[in-house]
Structures are given as structure tokens and as C-alpha cells.
Nanobody, 130 residues
Framework: SGATRGIWGGLVQPGGSLRLSCATSGFTLDYFAIAWFRQAPGKEREELSCIDNNNGETYYADSVKNRFAISRDNAKDVVYLQMNTLKPEDTAVYYC???????????????????????WGKGTLVAVSS
């Protein structure tokens, strides 16, 4: 078993950028898919992006497409979320999650559906404010 160790957030001004990191512990990224989620106060959790490490395919929600970019460093077992042109409405607690089985990867990455097999990382607050 393993876990995603956590990510580092912060406070940033509107229009700024921030990169989140999700480091795995106890397992390598091979054959896993990692997704980024966020939950703003009073709102449902939203899946933002997913990377399938089996083939490198990436997926994005329309709300962050062309602003956010997911990437991986397999040597370091880290997945990044580069967030650009941040807006106040991007303020939320951000999480990363990992799945391993093929069906969960399909649901989480290709379909952006909730799955119950996710190994969650610790959330971190990203605040966008002037």
C-alpha cells in the first residue's frame, strides 16, 4: 500500500502562477493514474485534470483547460499541476488522488467520474486574492 504524501499550496495574486506537487510514497507512478481535484467552500469537489501514466495521456476539465497543465516526473515519482492565470474563483483546497486498476483509470481520467478506489493525498489551500 502507499499514499500520496501531500501537496504544497499558497497565496497568489490574480493572474499569477503556482505549481503544486504530488509526491507518492510507497509506490511508483508506473501503471497509476493521478488526478487533481479541488473543493471550494460550499461547493462540490471538482476534478480538474488527470494523467494516465500507462500512456502519458492527459485530460482536463473545461474550467481549467489552457490554464492548468499536468505533468509527471517518473524519476522522482512526482506529478505536478502548473496553474497559470489564476483567478479568485480558483481558490479552493486542492487534492491529488491515485488509482491503479484499469476500470478506475478509465472512469477517473477519460470520463471524470467518481471512483471509490482513489488513494488520496492531503489537501492544501490555494488562495487567489489581491
Amino acid at each position: 500500500s502507499g499514499a500520496t504524501r501531500g501537496i504544497w499550496g499558497g497565496l497568489v495574486q490574480p493572474g499569477g502562477s503556482l505549481r503544486l506537487s504530488c509526491a507518492t510514497s510507497g509506490f511508483t507512478l508506473d501503471y497509476f493514474a493521478i488526478a487533481w481535484f479541488r473543493q471550494a467552500p460550499g461547493k462540490e469537489r471538482e476534478e480538474l485534470s488527470c494523467i494516465d501514466n500507462n500512456n502519458g495521456e492527459t485530460y482536463y476539465a473545461d474550467s481549467v483547460k489552457n490554464r492548468f497543465a499536468i505533468s509527471r516526473d517518473n524519476a522522482k515519482d512526482v506529478v505536478y499541476l502548473q496553474m497559470n492565470t489564476l483567478k479568485p474563483e480558483d481558490t479552493a483546497v486542492y487534492y491529488c488522488g491515485a488509482v491503479h486498476d484499469a476500470l478506475s483509470i478509465l472512469r477517473m481520467c477519460a470520463e471524470f467520474r467518481a471512483v471509490d478506489t482513489i488513494t488520496w493525498g492531503k489537501g492544501t489551500l490555494v488562495a487567489v486574492s489581491s
